[in-house]
């Protein structure tokens, strides 16, 4: 079971972490990613990475601003993002994979957070 916190309103330029506590002890043997959805637009792919955090990937449009982390002892998934855009208001939810290598495809994901609602206003 995932829980996506930290969302919210916050202006152009400003920051904000996400937070996905997990359940379950298998959280360590997992990849974990972020994804969001705005209205009217497909569920786009932000970050990922692998069980040991060693790996990560990015979306295009999150390089150089978004980073995601991972503290296992926790069993916590991070996204700290800095330089928020408007576009980048969304439903953001947290992904779970049952392997140890991120993926960047929704469908790769076996586990969903219920997702937390960014707003960056102009």
């Known amino acids: 079971q995932l829980q996506a916190s930290g969302g919210g309103l916050v202006q152009a330029g400003g920051s904000l972490r996400l937070s996905c506590a997990a359940s379950?002890?298998?959280?360590?043997?997992?990849?974990m990613g972020w994804f969001r959805q705005a209205p009217g637009k497909e569920r786009e792919f932000v970050a990922a990475?692998?069980?040991?955090?060693?790996?990560?990937f990015y979306g295009d449009s999150v390089k150089g601003r978004f980073t995601i982390s991972r503290d296992n002892a926790k069993m916590t998934e991070y996204l700290q993002m800095n330089s928020l855009k408007p576009e980048d208001t969304a439903i953001y939810y947290c992904?779970?994979?049952?392997?140890?290598?991120?993926?960047?495809?929704?469908?790769?994901?076996?586990?969903w957070g219920q997702g937390t609602q960014v707003t960056v206003s102009s």
């Open positions: 990475l692998s069980w040991s955090g060693g790996i990560t």
């Open positions: 992904a779970a994979r049952k392997a140890i290598s991120p993926r960047t495809a929704p469908n790769d994901y076996d586990y």
């Open positions: 379950g002890r298998a959280f360590g043997r997992y990849a």
